[in-house]
């Protein structure tokens, strides 16, 4: 339905009445000239007989009768518009009758032969008044007529516009307000003159109830989804926190017994039994794993609990390789891999402690799965948007369906013949480190041609006493783990 009732009637005026005017119009204009022609056609056809019973009579007429025949024939036929008769002799006499000959009076001619050597002129004048009058009486009916029906368009466009235009607007005009969310009520008034629509309107009034009853559904549902959602939403975090104080309970409860377990191995030494140094050793490293597995489900909980905070500073790539390569080089040495570092000259924007806890962690993924005799490159990279960190190996490779699985919890990808050592902890803490500093892990690899994982930082200006101070220093965060 149109929205303009404008539009609406013009529409309906140009399907059904426009074309229906036009087609009258042209019938009437064909009728009037038909019969004008007819007229015409009829008033000549007339004076055509006439002269033809005159030449008739004026071949046996005696020569003294012939003006008898001429007058009798002007003055016989009074309904006739004849005026004025000339006849002209072949001896060169003019026989007239009738009044004088006038400009307006229309011409006939008629030639008569008598006999060899003998011709005549028969001439008539008529006055075509009459005719005129007729002529003039036919256009007069036929604009008229053409009146008439712009007069019936006249009607046809008033009826449209009060008997569908107008209710059709106040019915589109009701159902917007129903579709914007009013409250208008759509009425009948069955003293209006558009009571046509009433079944119509009516069909609308209880369309209208239907739909504020679906509002009125709508609304409650969506109340009770709201409650629904409010209620787990506190559910899911108060299971957070369960999970958190159970991890900060579990890691209380098992750290000192771990660290006692540390200290008395640590405190053991070698004796003369292999059997028993195998012992021992195998004590140690234990020991070890059971820490390192513990520390990393600590920070995975603090990570989820979101206890850790992220402060933003600028800090050199340099230096962050400097510690980073401080606490992995012993690491790297045991497993046979060669670390390469390209710092570059760039200064970044974020949290330098959990930008090196992230470097650490990506760097130790990549030294487990490298195996020996292996290269790791760390490197950083101008990118459009910042500095991009990126550390490539030339391991294995991951294939592509594995890809997204590799940063969740306990993920490890191996062959049945091969075991890397770790809990598939390091990337998925990794992940959790990146979202914090508000960028997310790169990967790029292929199997048989290595991985590259990268993170992205804002660039930022380093002052030269900042960069004085960038120099190593010991760290106090977790270490890396698998």
């Keep these: 339905m149109p929205r303009h009732s404008t539009a609406l009637l013009y529409r309906l005026l140009a399907v059904g009445v426009w074309p229906c005017a036009f087609a009258a119009l042209v019938?009437?204009?064909l009728l009037t000239a038909q019969r004008l022609r007819t007229v015409d056609d009829t008033a000549h056809l007339q004076i055509a007989v006439q002269l033809?019973?005159?030449?008739?009579?004026?071949?046996?007429?005696?020569?003294?009768?012939?003006?008898?025949l001429l007058d009798?024939?002007?003055?016989?036929?009074?309904?006739?518009?004849?005026?004025?008769?000339?006849?002209?002799e072949s001896d060169g006499r003019r026989l007239s009758s009738g009044v004088a000959a006038d400009t307006s009076f229309e011409r006939y001619r008629r030639d008569l032969s008598s006999g060899p050597g003998q011709h005549r002129v028969l001439t008539v004048r008529v006055d075509?008044?009459?005719?005129?009058?007729?002529?003039?009486?036919?256009?007069?009916?036929?604009?008229?007529?053409?009146?008439?029906?712009?007069?019936?368009?006249?009607?046809?466009?008033?009826?449209?516009?009060?008997?569908?235009?107008?209710?059709?607007?106040?019915l589109q005009r009701s159902l917007d307000a129903l579709l914007e969310?009013?409250?208008?009520?759509?009425?009948?008034?069955?003293?209006?003159?558009?009571?046509?629509?009433?079944?119509?309107?009516?069909t609308t009034v209880a369309l209208a109830g239907r739909l504020a009853a679906h509002r009125a559904d709508c609304a409650s549902i969506q109340h009770t989804m709201a409650v629904d959602a409010l209620d787990q939403s506190r559910q899911s975090q108060a299971a957070e926190?369960?999970?958190?104080?159970?991890?900060?309970?579990?890691?209380?409860?098992?750290?000192?017994?771990?660290?006692?377990?540390?200290?008395?191995?640590?405190?053991?030494?070698?004796?003369?039994d292999s059997e028993q140094n195998g012992l021992l050793a195998q004590m140690r490293s234990s020991v070890a794993t059971m820490t390192r597995l513990l520390d990393a489900l600590l920070e995975i909980s603090r990570l989820d609990a979101g206890v850790v905070a992220s402060t933003s500073a600028s800090f050199s790539v340099g230096g962050l390789f400097v510690r980073s390569r401080a606490a992995l080089a012993e690491d790297a040495r045991q497993h046979g891999v060669h670390l390469a570092w390209h710092p570059g000259h760039w200064c970044v924007h974020g949290d330098a402690e959990l930008t090196r806890d992230l470097l650490q962690q990506l760097i130790a993924n990549a030294i487990a799965?490298?195996?020996?005799?292996?290269?790791?490159?760390?490197?950083?990279?101008?990118?459009?948007?910042?500095?991009?960190?990126?550390?490539?190996?030339?391991?294995?490779?991951?294939?592509?369906?594995h890809q997204q699985r590799i940063f969740e919890e306990f993920v490890q990808l191996h062959d049945d013949s091969e075991r890397h050592e770790g809990y598939g902890l390091g990337l998925a803490i990794a992940a959790r480190l990146a979202k914090l500093l508000g960028t997310q892990i790169g990967l790029c690899s292929r199997p048989g041609h290595g991985s590259t994982f990268w993170f992205e930082l804002p660039r930022a200006v380093m002052h030269d006493s900042d960069s004085r101070t960038d120099t190593p220093a010991t760290s106090s965060a977790m270490h890396p783990v698998s």
């Design 181 to 202: 969310g009013g409250d208008e009520e759509v009425s009948m008034d069955a003293n209006q003159p558009h009571r046509e629509f009433a079944r119509l309107r009516a």
């Design 27 to 29: 019938l009437t204009g």
């Design 369 to 401: 799965h490298t195996g020996s005799p292996g290269r790791v490159l760390i490197a950083a990279r101008r990118r459009a948007g910042g500095v991009g960190i990126e550390v490539r190996d030339n391991g294995p490779g991951i294939p592509t369906i």
């Design 72 to 88: 009798g024939a002007l003055h016989g036929n009074r309904d006739e518009p004849l005026q004025r008769i000339d006849l002209e």
């Design 52 to 68: 033809e019973r005159l030449a008739g009579a004026l071949e046996h007429a005696t020569a003294s009768g012939t003006q008898a």
């Design 241 to 272: 926190r369960g999970k958190s104080q159970f991890m900060a309970l579990v890691g209380h409860h098992f750290r000192q017994p771990v660290q006692a377990l540390r200290l008395i191995a640590a405190g053991l030494h070698p004796g003369v």
């Design 128 to 170: 075509p008044a009459r005719r005129l009058r007729t002529r003039r009486l036919i256009l007069l009916y036929g604009m008229l007529s053409a009146v008439g029906i712009g007069v019936l368009v006249a009607l046809a466009t008033l009826t449209l516009r009060y008997r569908v235009s107008t209710p059709l607007r106040e």
